[in-house]
């Protein structure tokens, strides 16, 4: 189950894909935030010490039978804009960041591996056919 809270207010959205994404890859809950880039901003700031906006965080939980694994945070106003620079859906953009945050939430860390989140996010692109993910956008 997605725990969905709209803080952005984009409205109707449809979170299927996005459960179809989760259930894929693990059985746990979690929450989804949308959020504004101010907001985000915030958020990286207090959190990771960076002080600019970003496209998704993960908050991970500690690991207890069942509890949420955590939180992702999607800012919303980057992924408009991405979805009209790179042409493709909203709801596309919205689910290459929902994958990235998930995968960091179960465990995987780009900046750190030897390419497993990659591989793993390439498979999921494919799977759930989606544009080029955000691991291959910012490496080109």
Do not use: C, W
């Amino acid at each position: 189950m997605i725990e969905f809270d709209d803080r952005y207010g984009i409205g109707d959205f449809d979170i299927s894909l996005l459960e179809s994404i989760k259930n894929s890859l693990t059985d746990s809950s979690l929450e989804l935030i949308f959020v504004n880039s101010k907001d985000m901003q915030e958020l990286n700031k207090n959190f990771r010490q960076k002080d600019k906006t970003t496209d998704v965080l993960s908050f991970p939980l500690d690991f207890m039978d069942g509890l949420p694994l955590g939180s992702i945070v999607i800012n919303i106003e980057l992924a408009k804009e991405n979805s009209n620079y790179f042409k493709h859906s909203l709801e596309d953009e919205i689910s290459l960041m929902f994958i990235h945050g998930l995968l960091h939430l179960i465990g995987y860390d780009h900046e750190e591996d030897d390419g497993q989140m990659r591989e793993k996010e390439k498979e999921m692109i494919q799977k759930f056919n989606l544009p080029d993910s955000l691991i291959i956008r910012s490496n080109t």
